[in-house]
């Protein structure tokens, strides 16, 4: 893909983000994966594995939220963190 149509993509996905409702933690979603919205709450996060350094997460950079692959239609904290995280590529 063109970067220019790579970020044109991250970009929608950023706009369509903000419309997301958040995820809650407390669904059965979050929960099988053990999704926290504060990295730091989570004992089994190793330092800097949040979801805005997650491959799954599709968020603008510097986003405060954004979409995450595991859980259409809904948004995640970029400052969260569930055990599906992935090191970015």
């Not at 929960?31 to 979801?51: F, I, L, N």
């Not at 995450?68 to 995280?85: D, I, M, R």
Request: charged share 15%; glycine share 8%.
């Amino acid at each position: 893909m063109p970067f220019a149509a790579l970020a044109a993509a991250r970009s929608r996905a950023g706009d369509s983000a903000a419309a997301a409702p958040l995820l809650d933690p407390g669904s059965a979603q979050a929960q099988a994966v053990k999704y926290v919205e504060d990295a730091t709450r989570a004992s089994a996060a190793a330092a800097g594995s949040r979801c805005a350094t997650c491959a799954l997460y599709q968020g603008p950079d510097g986003s405060t939220q954004g979409p995450c692959q595991l859980f259409p239609g809904k948004a995640v904290k970029a400052a969260g963190w569930c055990s599906s995280w992935a090191p970015q590529m």
